[in-house]
């Protein structure tokens, strides 16, 4: 075993355990939180390397360049590749080609698109919808900073249950960034408030995952409920960037 594979078990065992202890102190099962490790800017070699280290879900965000990390994945691998980053509508027929799961799912017209390219293929993608609970403009997702604004949210929800070729499985969001996860709690709690809400309005689909939490705060999501959680810069090391741009 390489060093760099040693150093990300190493580190990836330390997550899984740290979401075991979380799930515990809030009365839940480690077993029902899943652990997304994200590859975003890493080099092909650190996705091989924490593959052998024993990840088996992974997180890219940016179509392009996850579809080439899975393509130099023998199809054998067991590997389950998610889409959570933004994804424009001409990116769409990447994702259903090539992901198990899109976290990200921000608008109705993008799921129009997936659900024609889902048709097309005679699949039915899973998505998850994003949520911007921080009120932030430069953040993806359905406004639901504010419980006042919940309601005006369920035509446009019922419309996206109604397209045959994508299935609704819960929801993400990305809070806003801070030093103290705690300050993140709010905003996961809010997050699995209006999951519970949307599930008693639409019992007929399934709203059991909840995608939140990150190196930064990932224990705290758990806490409140999150069963993914994507974990990148504490298993693999800081991001590759390979522009001050990308960086940004």
């Known amino acids: 075993m390489s060093d760099i594979v040693k150093s990300i078990r190493e580190n990836y065992l330390y997550t899984l355990d740290q979401i075991a202890t979380a799930a515990r102190k809030s009365n839940r099962k480690p ?24 990840a088996r879900v992974l997180g890219e965000n940016y179509p392009e360049e996850g579809v080439t990390k899975i393509q130099s994945i023998p199809l054998q691998s067991g590997v389950e590749w998610h889409m959570i980053g933004h994804v424009q509508s001409r ?24 659900n ?69 709690r709010r905003f996961f709690l809010r997050l699995r408030l209006y999951r519970d809400q949307l599930a008693s309005q639409f019992p007929q689909a399934d709203w ?26 504490a298993i693999v090391g800081a991001r590759r960037y390979k522009s001050e741009k990308e960086a940004q």
């Open 116 to 184: 024609r390219f889902a048709a097309e293929q005679n699949r039915t993608l899973s998505v998850l919808l994003e949520f911007n609970v921080g009120g932030e403009e430069s953040k993806s997702g359905w406004d639901a900073s504010n419980e006042s604004q919940w309601e005006r949210l369920l035509p446009e929800i019922n419309s996206l249950l109604d397209l045959p070729n994508l299935r609704i499985h819960g929801l993400m969001t990305m809070p806003p960034l801070g030093t103290d996860p705690e300050e993140s």
């Open 31 to 54: 077993d029902d939180i899943r652990l997304v490790v994200v590859t975003k800017s890493q080099p092909i070699e650190i996705v091989h390397a924490a593959i052998e280290a024993g």
């Open 91 to 114: 990116k769409a027929r990447l994702v259903v080609d090539h992901f198990e799961l899109l976290h990200s799912l921000d608008s109705l017209k993008l799921a129009q698109r997936l």
């Open 208 to 233: 059991r995952e909840l995608s939140m939490g990150t190196s930064a705060d990932y224990a705290v999501a758990v806490e409140e409920g999150a069963t993914l959680v994507r974990v990148g810069t």
